[in-house]
């Protein structure tokens, strides 16, 4: 079974407006990490936030890990329509990937 | 300085037939690892190559099998193919095992 699952599976909002993805897994990890996935392409890698931090920031980006209740928030602020991906969680050296979720930014 | 990249980019095939994809890791970079992913669906972890050695396996049966090149670019098999095999293909590379992985655009796999 997937050690990460993102939640909602599918979320769409306008232009401009905040989006907020959640990760949760199940053992315990050393790192967690955030990709990028745009139409059926390559994933791109966002952010890694290690299992001794809480929050962590890259640009219009905010990720949160709390181990206590093994889960993780991706933040993306002041979203535009080049957002519009799939996001995926991973954990364990990156060997296990969650189903994502599928971002939808309105004009 | 060229990211990860893959050939081909698309493939059609019929089932039993066997494929070969091949990745060239980013300069630099001496580990890569290749991913299944089915459409709508998150990467599945097949196998990681590090020193010309699978360092890591996923839950894929032996019908997919891999290697690695002195130059660290790789290449992925997989034999009686079935129509379950169908997918984008990934591969990633890094520095070292365990840090972040860039990946490439991946190979369309199309078995009819």
């Known amino acids: 079974s997937q050690q990460g699952e993102e939640d909602p599976q599918a979320l769409s909002i306008q232009e401009g407006e905040n989006a907020t993805m959640n990760c949760s897994y199940k053992t315990s990890i050393n790192n967690l990490q955030w990709y990028r996935q745009n139409s059926g392409r390559g994933l791109v890698h966002l952010i890694l936030?290690?299992?001794?931090?809480r929050e962590k920031h890259s640009g219009r980006l905010r990720v949160t890990l709390d181990t206590s209740k093994k889960s993780s928030s991706l933040l993306i602020t002041a979203s535009r329509a080049a957002d519009t991906a799939s996001y995926f969680c991973?954990?364990?050296?990156?060997?296990?990937f969650g189903p994502g979720t599928r971002l939808s930014v309105l004009p | 300085d060229a990211g990860v990249t893959q050939s081909p980019t698309h493939l059609i095939k019929t089932r039993g037939q066997q494929v070969t994809l091949r990745c060239s890791p980013k300069?630099?970079?001496?580990?890569v690892s290749w991913y299944q992913q089915a459409l709508g669906q998150g990467p599945q972890f097949i196998f990681q190559y590090y020193e010309e050695e699978e360092r890591q396996r996923g839950n894929f049966p032996d019908r997919f099998s891999g290697h690695q090149f002195p130059n660290y670019s790789s290449e992925l098999n997989v034999n009686a193919l079935l129509l379950g095999d169908s997918a984008l293909y990934l591969c990633a590379s890094s520095g070292h095992p365990g840090e972040t992985q860039y990946f490439g655009p991946g190979t369309r796999l199309l078995v009819l």
């Open positions: 936030i290690r299992s001794n931090e």
């Open positions: 300069s630099g970079h001496d580990t």
């Open positions: 991973a954990t364990r050296q990156n060997f296990v």
